[in-house]
């Protein structure tokens, strides 16, 4: 949830870049535009990250006590998945033009992706409820970013869950590189 939430509210300052007029002087700056947006993607990854291990460290005084070497093997995992989430909202930002928009927009995306997801209940759990939310659910890609930080915890791989989110994060990040493109009335 927290790297659902990062990932859509640094894209926040896309917008928000846009509608100062910063956007504009970014991308004409002599670095190369991929670098900028993987600079981006990176930097929120690192922070959801670091935001995820205060949560961990909170719930390891509640009771939620893994093997240290689980913490430890779910760090790609949450890395991957975090970049996955903020090349996406970067997709959904780079196509809105005010900000007010944007949250609107943000709202109708995190909640259907986390609640329609396995973040709450295992995907056979779903499927056991409701057949047709466990097709919904099968096709969010944050269900996959769950299942591949939930395997990694418990030292496992997940292989479809890590291709998906792999997948996902390439797709995104070219679909996010390809929505900056110089030609786009940055004002």
Request: proline share 4%; aromatic share 14%.
């Amino acid at each position: 949830m927290i790297l659902l939430f990062n990932g859509m509210q640094s894209s926040l300052s896309i917008v928000y870049d846009r509608e100062m007029g910063s956007m504009k002087l970014l991308l004409t700056s002599p670095l190369p535009r991929p670098f900028l947006l993987m600079s981006k993607i990176v930097a929120t990854a690192l922070v959801s990250i670091l935001q995820v291990a205060a949560f961990l460290i909170i719930a390891w005084f509640y009771g939620l006590q893994l093997d240290w070497l689980g913490y430890v093997s779910g760090i790609p995992a949450l890395f991957i998945t975090a970049t996955m989430l903020n090349a996406l909202g970067i997709v959904i930002a780079s196509n809105i033009k005010q900000l007010e928009n944007f949250a609107g927009v943000m709202n109708f995306v995190i909640f259907p992706m986390f609640f329609m997801s396995s973040a709450l209940y295992p995907l056979w759990k779903m499927q056991e409820a409701s057949e047709w939310l466990f097709e919904i659910c099968k096709y969010n890609p944050f269900t996959f970013g769950v299942e591949l930080i939930r395997y990694s915890l418990y030292l496992k791989i997940n292989i479809l869950a890590l291709t998906v989110v792999a997948s996902a994060t390439i797709i995104f990040s070219i679909i996010s590189l390809i929505c900056l493109k110089p030609e786009k009335n940055w004002k």
